[in-house]
């Protein structure tokens, strides 16, 4: 699975942006499909994950209100929607996925930048 993150970008506090993860080269329908940030000098996070079935969400709490998950099995994609943007939120956001009953995920997106200004 090839995974290509994107609609990263700068946005001021409060405003909102959708980020897609396009995957090619196999169906998603039996994956877990998670979204990762890292700000500059710490590690990667934990943001959200929806399972393979799409009825299991999970959020940081940091994040939680904020974001929705959700994925498009059809057209290969999954999407997390962020509201409320806050400073804090700058970060590379990573999308990433996991065959189901794994305990890691297995392929990663190259990774798009979100950048709030106060």
């Known amino acids: 699975v090839q995974l290509q993150a994107s609609g990263g970008g700068l946005v001021q506090a409060g405003g909102s942006l959708r980020l897609s993860c396009a995957a090619s080269?196999?169906?998603?329908?039996?994956?877990?499909l998670g979204w990762f940030r890292q700000a500059p000098g710490k590690e990667r996070e934990f943001v959200a994950s929806?399972?393979?079935?799409?009825?299991?969400?999970y959020y940081a709490d940091s994040v939680k209100g904020r974001v929705t998950c959700s994925r498009d099995n059809a057209k290969l994609t999954f999407y997390l929607q962020m509201n409320s943007l806050k400073p804090e939120d700058t970060a590379v956001y990573y999308c990433?996925?996991?065959?189901?009953?794994?305990?890691?995920?297995?392929?990663w997106g190259q990774g798009t930048q979100v950048t709030v200004s106060s």
């Open positions: 929806i399972s393979w079935t799409g009825g299991t969400t």
């Open positions: 990433a996925a996991m065959f189901m009953g794994n305990s890691r995920y297995d392929y």
């Open positions: 080269g196999r169906a998603l329908g039996l994956y877990d």
